[in-house]
């Protein structure tokens, strides 16, 4: 059977999908089917039987919108994805959604679909590759070794996270990372030559890449060879592969008609016969499924590494124990105990620390007891905390440690370190100002939606920051951040609860964010009784006798002034309780008995303290409360004096609370 007839399977498997859905991308996966015929009947190493096998390849289709040509790679070559889901394309609970989605679909490494992305966290992918072979591999037990393969389009590389991702893939040679450039010159718009005429093969080999250029995408056997030349590279490789999109439909292929609109009933039709496919819809040949078929290549090639692995481990089995713990995200047994003694001790000692100073002291206690730490930093490891006691930088010509400066690529750093998450063993952080997060959402709300466990270290937080003036003070960061389902946002307000969120950060499945201040804060007044409720995100800091009459809700630089409100008020007689919330999307998971503890119903007078947009407080205080934050931009000047100039103050605070008593 020829390679292009089993290229024209997946063809039309992804046009009978997108058809009967009327919905979804023909062009790209009628115009990539050889080079994926090539790549994964040729040298994709995997196992359908096991999708989650750890030395397995790693394919991302950074194009996510071709995602029917994954599905029908995965159908075909025997993963748990039957010719119903394919039916059930783009179908509400379907296994076949619009874009690839990791953990709906067995055999998807990532969820791809803004475009760039999926390019970019390969590279963390590939990064996590090399720094576990550098760490785990002794002579002749090659544990860690494979390749991660990336079908990028145009539209990727037009993106400009896909570059800053590629710049630092060529410093730091990652050999064994493979993209595949489907070059059709064609996107929504049409033809890509009024807009995308750089030089791009010229682009990637000044990063430092390999490239193979003009190669035929619909030769199979061109791709294969090309692809088998970039195993031999000592960099990553870019290979060139010139499409037509919307290959073999007579009247839409090479045009923008095919990018994101099904052929047609006639045009389909039109293509099956163009392409020589006598077989009705959804329908495929035994002998097709027979030579796609991986499941006996991809058992055999696990059972081969589990053999190699069980005579690595019979040889070092403590290393192997340790490397079973990394890949598998065990978290050290002793870890809660080494963190809850230091909150103990911090609590105890009470010193006035910036915030993003607590966070690098408590990386110094961290690090030598969680070992799959990793950081990373958008050129400001001073500046943010993230480079520990114990970092040791990597580098092209020592890829054997736990952290990477990434320079001025904020949006890079922060896919890279997804993929690193995805690829397993490591826990990646990266830093840089809360303002940038910015250029940081599109892939930390891919980290929120994939589960990635990340942690985003992001400070500099508020107006705090002062001489810098509005452009470095954010406003809306925070609670926009808040926003994003399944991402938790820690907000302390001291080194003590700084502690307390990198615990979470740790334990919880899922990406976090921890906001932290440039300016030194003080230490909160608590008793060791009160540090577990902490991890409940929301608690009572201050209390008074009896029922409050008045709930003051405060998170980071604003609980010291709201505790001085307090004592203030209450030396007038008032009855006031401080609630340090600096996780609300913790304590909104708490149970209502214990939000209830906290935030009383019957106590309508409350007061909310935020150097930020106010919006998201009012489900807290209610239309009887008020909201203390930001309305505006900052400004610059000294942050002492910025703090009174927009009425984030004490005293602001005990006069919205006497107005409210009709004082």
Not at 2 to 14: C, T, W
Not at 125 to 153: C, Q, S, W
Request: proline share 6%.
């Amino acid at each position: 059977m020829s390679r292009k007839e089993l290229a024209n399977a997946l063809r039309v498997l992804s046009m009978d999908a997108i058809e009967k859905a009327n919905s979804g991308h023909p062009g790209a996966p009628l115009g990539m089917a050889d080079m994926a015929e090539a790549l994964w009947r040729g040298f994709l190493r995997h196992n359908p039987a096991n999708p989650a096998w750890y030395n397995r390849d790693r394919f991302v289709l950074s194009n996510g919108h071709a995602s029917m040509l994954l599905y029908a790679l995965l159908h075909l070559t025997g993963y748990r994805l039957s010719m119903d889901d394919l039916r059930r394309f783009r179908q509400l609970g379907s296994k076949t959604p619009g874009h690839p989605e990791l953990g709906v679909t067995p055999g998807v490494e990532m969820t791809t679909g803004p475009l760039g992305q999926g390019l970019a966290t390969a590279v963390g992918m590939a990064l996590a590759e090399k720094l576990l072979a550098a760490e785990f591999n002794r002579e002749g037990f090659p544990i860690v070794d494979h390749y991660t393969y990336v079908f990028a389009g145009d539209g990727c590389l037009m993106e400009g996270v896909s570059q800053e991702a590629a710049s630092l893939a060529g410093v730091l040679n990652l050999a064994k990372l493979i993209v595949l450039y489907d070059q059709n010159g064609i996107s929504i718009d049409g033809n890509t030559d009024g807009w995308f005429a750089d030089d791009t093969p010229a682009r990637f080999r000044a990063c430092g890449w390999d490239v193979i250029d003009g190669v035929d995408g619909h030769d199979g056997e061109a791709v294969a060879s090309a692809i088998a030349a970039a195993r031999t590279a000592s960099r990553p490789t870019l290979i060139c592969c010139r499409t037509t999109i919307g290959y073999g439909a007579p009247k839409k292929s090479g045009t923008a008609g095919c990018h994101g609109s099904p052929l047609g009933e006639e045009e389909a039709a039109a293509t099956r016969k163009a392409l020589g496919w006598p077989f009705p819809p959804f329908e495929i040949p035994k002998p097709v499924y027979d030579a796609w078929d991986a499941r006996k290549e991809g058992a055999a090639a696990e059972k081969k590494w589990n053999e190699l692995f069980a005579a690595y481990k019979a040889k070092w089995p403590v290393l192997a124990d340790t490397f079973e713990q990394r890949i598998t995200g065990q978290i050290p047994s002793d870890l809660d105990e080494t963190i809850d003694a230091y909150m103990a001790k911090l609590n105890e000692e009470k010193n006035s620390v910036a915030t993003r100073v607590a966070s690098k002291n408590t990386l110094d206690h961290l690090a030598p007891v969680l070992p799959s730490l990793f950081g990373l930093s958008a050129d400001l490891s001073g500046s943010v905390g993230t480079k520990h006691a114990f970092a040791s930088p990597v580098n092209a010509d020592k890829l054997h440690g736990n952290y990477l400066f990434c320079g001025v690529r904020e949006f890079g750093m922060a896919a890279i370190m997804n993929g690193m998450a995805l690829h397993g063993g490591f826990l990646p952080y990266g830093g840089t100002f809360l303002v940038f997060s910015d250029y940081e959402r599109a892939a930390i709300r891919l980290a929120a939606l994939m589960r990635t466990r990340t942690v985003f270290v992001l400070t500099h937080d508020s107006i705090g920051v002062g001489e810098d003036g509005p452009t470095h003070q954010p406003v809306e960061h925070t609670p926009s951040l808040r926003l994003i389902p399944g991402l938790t946002v820690w907000r302390p307000c001291d080194a003590v609860e700084t502690a307390a969120a990198w615990k979470s950060s740790i334990k919880t499945t899922g990406p976090s964010c921890l906001v932290l201040t440039r300016q030194n804060l003080p230490a909160q007044p608590r008793s060791d009784a009160q540090l577990p409720d902490i991890m409940r995100g929301g608690y009572i800091l201050k209390d008074c006798d009896g029922m409050p009459e008045l709930i003051l809700i405060a998170t980071g630089s604003e609980i010291q002034p709201s505790m001085e409100a307090a004592e203030n008020l209450t030396a007038k007689g008032y009855a006031v309780r401080v609630v340090s919330m600096p996780c609300t999307e913790l304590f909104d998971s708490q149970d209502a008995a214990y939000r209830e503890t906290v935030l009383p119903a019957a106590v309508r007078r409350r007061i909310a303290v935020e150097a930020a947009a106010t919006d998201g407080w009012w489900k807290y205080v209610g239309l009887d409360g008020d909201v203390i934050g930001m309305h505006s931009f900052g400004a610059s000047g000294p942050a002492p004096a910025l703090f009174p100039a927009f009425g984030i103050t004490a005293q602001a605070v005990v006069e919205r609370a006497e107005a409210m008593f009709g004082e």
